[in-house]
């Protein structure tokens, strides 16, 4: 099997190296596009699984809209239009004929949802409308990265009409708390909640909220965004309601999502140099049997015993049993390990004998990460330890990120901050001192977090008052 490059060598080589060998993705012919293949694509399955019954318990339905959207829509609110036209794919040619109309290819729906919502909403008896659809995206994206940035995606973008702007306000927020539980509970990947910058937020947006990861090299990535948008789209589609006092208003809407970038946070979180490090909960394998034999008797009393394991384990783990004969078995461990399995079941003839396996833990390589468990409670003691990995894997995560931020007071200490992670700084507010900071240090405000101690400050750039710290960082 080839070596990987080391993340300490180069981390960008090492997580496409690592996106290939794991079989997760590969390139397509089509510049900027990517092959989602099996392994890869269950992964997404996963994480779907896990935001899509978050959705539903908070009475969210899902529903289809249109990949082609009339140009004509996205001209209807300036601000939209100018933030995405440099990303926008456009036919206007079909069937061999010119196009009336150019259709663009969807880079979010804000817009012909809210043609639809228009035709849809009538009265307050109508509202809330809370909709998610799990569809494809398009921006014509310059560099490009598996996962993480790519000319088409997959993602799920919710979308919900209210009454008023404080329950607007409330499901933009109920949305980004849903996020972070997801990332913390089920990937395994702390975050920051906060507030984009005007010039970091959505386009068309009032408000932007964002959840911000440290990834394995301390940049930050954006998981999820959700975005308070007002009443800009209401009034850009016409979408109006009756009010119980027979008064003709506006709606307020909310859109939010979370995209396959998720698939690159986990590698780039947990992955290290032999491999993806998968968290048990949304792992598509998350224990593999290994069976281990010098010759056919052993063979038979090994798979006889593996069959046992499966038959225990079938129903409460992921279970994939490797009775390859091809290769040997310190080659599977070294496939498994670099498909970033939580948890290996070695089964050799003397484990028969004394009735035993030995599990061995991804996340703790050699033999601090194996011990041997009796068959008998088998099942109990698997899934207790997928457990405590998915908890140790969290905590490491948010071990790395505590000991990679600072809490910079100056601007030569923000420069330092940046270079190794992130920096808690005040921050004035000013789009010159943010505009200053991005070309001295090439970090972004990532956003002003929703949890921080009250108090006051100088700005790290102008010295002036500050009542808010912000998170600067380089990102991908």
């Not at 004035?428 to 943010?434: L, R």
Request: hydrophobic share 40%.
């Amino acid at each position: 099997m080839a070596k990987i490059t080391p993340r300490s060598q180069d981390f960008s080589r090492w997580y496409n190296e690592i996106v290939q060998m794991a079989d997760l993705a590969d390139y397509s012919p089509v510049r900027g596009c990517m092959v989602i293949k099996p392994y890869g694509y269950t992964l997404w399955e996963n994480i779907k699984e896990g935001l899509d019954r978050r959705f539903k318990a908070t009475g969210h339905v899902n529903a289809y809209f249109p990949l082609f959207i009339p140009m004509s829509f996205l001209q209807k609110e300036a601000e939209h239009i100018e933030g995405f036209s440099p990303e926008l794919a456009v036919v206007t040619i079909g069937g061999g004929k010119q196009l009336e109309e150019p259709l663009v290819v969807r880079p979010t729906s804000e817009t012909i949802i809210g043609h639809m919502y228009a035709k849809w909403i009538q009265s307050y008896r109508d509202l809330p409308v809370l909709i998610n659809q799990w569809a494809n995206v398009v921006r014509w994206e310059m560099r490009t990265r598996l996962f993480l940035r790519t000319t088409e995606f997959l993602w799920q973008e919710g979308h919900t009409a209210h009454a008023t702007a404080e329950e607007a306000l409330e499901e933009t927020l109920r949305i980004l708390d849903l996020y972070a539980d997801f990332a913390e509970n089920d990937a395994a990947i702390p975050v920051i909640k906060g507030r984009k910058s005007e010039s970091e937020k959505f386009a068309g947006a009032v408000t932007s909220y964002t959840i911000e990861a440290m990834m394995g090299d301390r940049k930050a990535l954006q998981a999820g965004t959700s975005h308070f948008l007002g009443q800009n789209f209401a009034r850009a589609f016409d979408i109006k309601f009756l009010d119980e006092n027979n008064q003709l208003q506006y709606v307020w809407t909310t859109s939010w999502g979370v995209s396959t970038r998720m698939v690159g946070a986990v590698v780039m979180v947990h992955g290290d140099d032999q491999g993806l490090i998968l968290p048990p909960k949304l792992a598509p394998i998350q224990a593999v049997v290994v069976p281990i034999w010098r010759n056919d008797e052993q063979r038979a009393r090994v798979l006889q015993a593996a069959d046992q394991v499966r038959t225990v384990l079938g129903d409460r783990v992921r279970l994939k049993v490797d009775d390859r004969d091809e290769v040997s078995p310190g080659w599977k461990f070294n496939d498994w390990e670099m498909r970033g399995v939580p948890l290996r079941i070695e089964i050799g003839p003397k484990d028969v004998e004394q009735k035993q396996v030995v599990l061995a833990r991804r996340d703790r390589p050699g033999k601090e990460g194996k011990t041997a468990v009796p068959m008998e409670g088998l099942a109990e003691a698997v899934v207790e330890l997928l457990s405590t990995i998915q908890v140790d894997l969290l905590q490491r995560a948010r071990d790395f990120m505590e000991a990679h931020t600072t809490y910079p007071e100056d601007f030569e200490g923000l420069r330092e901050g940046v270079a190794n992670g992130f920096a808690h700084a005040w921050w004035c507010g000013s789009a010159e001192c943010e505009a200053k900071v991005k070309e001295e240090t090439t970090a972004t405000i990532r956003c002003i977090p929703l949890e921080q101690e009250p108090g006051k400050g100088r700005c790290v750039v102008c010295g002036e008052e500050a009542t808010e710290r912000a998170v600067f960082a380089r990102a991908y």
